[in-house]
């Protein structure tokens, strides 16, 4: 079982939809939650980071963690044809330990 | 200078040959780390530097070593190349102490033939 696990899609919805992208893991030892954005060619950028359990609101983004579950979501309201991207989910220790990714959710809105 | 820049943006190289990638912190970040994305994967952690020595790794192998410099530029350098070191390798600098909040630069596409 990987630490992290994460659908890599492709999902396509239409524009407006509401998206939900999720990610499992196993080390309950992770406190910290982040969700990427990366564009074709382009390097990963931090969409939002969460610390422990809980939700986190940023515009159209929202993001939950719930560790009980071991079980992370990122809600996009409102899609864009602009939010067409891959999405990675990661998570660490602590701010002193490396990233754990997912694989991505590749993710597709059409106009 | 803000944000994280990388040189270069695409490489081809023979297999066994050497390659140095370069990255270019992003101002007042202190820690610097590398990340190799192959395609499809997310990226998976090479290593970190701070204060110029290497103080993390992750399950590579020691062809893959590194450089931080005292302005926090950073270099990768992998020896013997392997068909499967072709991957997309991501620069991340972040301060001390804060790796949730990397700032990742655009990543050099190495390509091994």
């Known amino acids: 079982q990987k630490e992290v696990e994460q659908d890599p899609g492709p999902l396509s919805v239409p524009e407006g939809a509401i998206v939900s992208l999720n990610c499992t893991y196993s080390?309950?030892?992770?406190?910290?939650f982040m969700w990427y954005r990366q564009y074709s060619r382009k390097g990963p950028e931090l969409l939002m980071y969460t610390y422990s359990s809980g939700n986190k609101e940023d515009g159209r983004f929202t993001a939950q963690v719930d560790k009980s579950s071991k079980y992370i979501s990122l809600f996009i309201r409102d899609s864009q044809p602009s939010d067409s991207a891959t999405y990675l989910c990661?998570?660490?220790?602590?701010?002193?330990?490396?990233?754990?990714f997912g694989k991505g959710t590749r993710l597709s809105v059409i106009a | 200078e803000t944000g994280v820049t990388q040189s270069p943006t695409h490489l081809i190289k023979t297999r066994g040959q050497q390659v140095t990638l370069r990255c270019s912190s992003q101002?007042?970040?202190?820690?610097v780390s590398w990340y190799q994305q192959a395609l499809g994967q997310g990226p998976q952690f090479i290593f970190q530097?701070?204060?110029?020595?290497?103080?993390g790794r992750g399950n590579f192998p020691p062809r893959f070593s590194g450089l931080q410099f005292p302005n926090y530029s950073s270099e990768l350098n992998v020896n013997a190349l392997e068909l499967d070191d072709s991957a997309l390798y991501l620069c991340?600098?972040?301060?001390?102490?804060?790796?949730?909040?990397?700032?990742f630069g655009s990543g050099t596409r190495l390509t091994v033939v």
């Open positions: 080390n309950s030892a992770f406190q910290y």
């Open positions: 991340a600098s972040s301060l001390v102490g804060q790796s949730y909040g990397y700032t």
């Open positions: 530097y701070y204060r110029e020595e290497e103080n």
């Open positions: 990661a998570m660490t220790i602590s701010g002193n330990t490396p990233l754990v």
């Open positions: 101002s007042g970040h202190n820690t």
